[in-house]
């Protein structure tokens, strides 16, 4: 498969799969009604895309790896996404229903400016949302109010009614989300102990030299997930995002040294990865309040 097609418009792809399009900007997905039957394709997304897989008639995979999959599963694709759907039978309908929306439809809205807040349309293959049957209902029920909002025609209220239905059916996939990060707590609290334990490595060995600040992407990487499920996560568990958790490591390892050794700030800062001694400065007092000489001073 070496034609990638370009996903620009919501109409390129309903009329891919022969479906109506009725707005311009955002169409209800129902792949059961598809006139034309395509088993395997591979698109670039310059749209948001949502899809709920009710079945096993199909694989949808992201870079090289295939999602991981059940009946009722969904997922997700931002603009710049490259995926891969490949039918597992010739000649059949897919059970899939979902959203695509143009960033042009959310753009000056509430939903515009905190998009980015909905981390799951950049999750991996690993990371899809499973739902029960009760979630799966309320899903189906956003779809149908967006549809319904689009069948009734154009006005004034159009836009606003139909990004608030979005914005309705993205805050529920959060919520069930929540659930899963919830459900699957033993794995959760797994992966929270082996960053705790990556950090203390890090930063208490030789790879501050090599590699410098510890970053959030380097730990996703250790656990194999990808940079907004692990901060999600993290969150979840912490209530802390990754980067203020290395950042409260990095200080602790400061006072620390600060309290037991003889190093200079400067010194001190180098060892942590810090370029730049005034960064840490800056940090450490944003963090605790005194400048890390005011620091040794007062325990001293």
């Known amino acids: 498969m070496d034609k990638v097609i370009q996903l620009d418009t919501v109409d390129r792809y309903n009329k891919l ?26 698109m670039n997304y310059g749209v948001y895309a949502l899809f709920l897989k ?5 694989d949808i995979k992201y870079g090289r790896k295939n999602y991981d999959y059940q009946e009722g599963t969904i ?9 891969e759907v490949s039918a597992l039978e010739d000649e059949v ?9 143009h960033p042009d439809l959310i753009r000056g809205t509430a939903l515009g400016q905190h998009i980015k807040s909905y981390g799951f349309f950049s999750y991996s293959v690993s990371e899809a949302l499973h739902l029960s049957e009760r979630e799966r209902k309320i899903i189906m029920d956003c779809f149908e109010k967006i549809q319904i909002e689009l069948q009734y025609g154009v006005d004034k209220l159009s836009k606003r009614l139909i ?7 993205l805050s529920y996939c959060l919520r069930f989300y929540e659930r899963q990060f919830i459900t699957r707590e033993h794995i959760s609290l797994d ?16 790879l501050v030299q090599k590699h410098g600040l510890p970053t959030v992407k380097y730990f996703a990487d250790s656990v194999f997930l990808s940079p ?17 958790y290395i950042q409260f490591k990095l200080i602790e390892h400061a006072k ?17 990865g810090f370029q730049y001694p005034q960064h840490f400065g800056r940090l450490f007092k944003k963090q605790v309040g005194l400048t890390p000489n005011e620091y040794r001073k007062s325990i001293e």
């Open 228 to 244: 907004n499920y692990f901060g999600d996560l993290v969150k979840k568990e912490t209530g802390k995002s990754p980067r203020e």
């Open 191 to 206: 992966t929270i102990q082996k960053f705790e334990n990556q950090i203390e490595a890090y930063l208490s060995g030789d």
């Open 17 to 42: 799969y022969g479906l109506e399009t009725l707005h311009p900007l955002v169409s209800i997905i129902d792949l059961t009604k598809a006139t034309n039957l395509v088993n395997h394709i591979q």
């Open 54 to 58: 009710c079945g096993k008639e199909c």
């Open 75 to 83: 997922v997700c694709f931002a603009p710049g996404q490259v995926a």
């Open 256 to 272: 620390e040294r600060l309290s037991v050794t003889e190093l200079t700030i400067s010194e001190i800062a180098y060892e942590l």
């Open 163 to 169: 990004v608030m239905n979005i914005e309705l059916l």
């Open 93 to 101: 309908k897919l059970n899939v229903y979902g959203i695509l929306f």
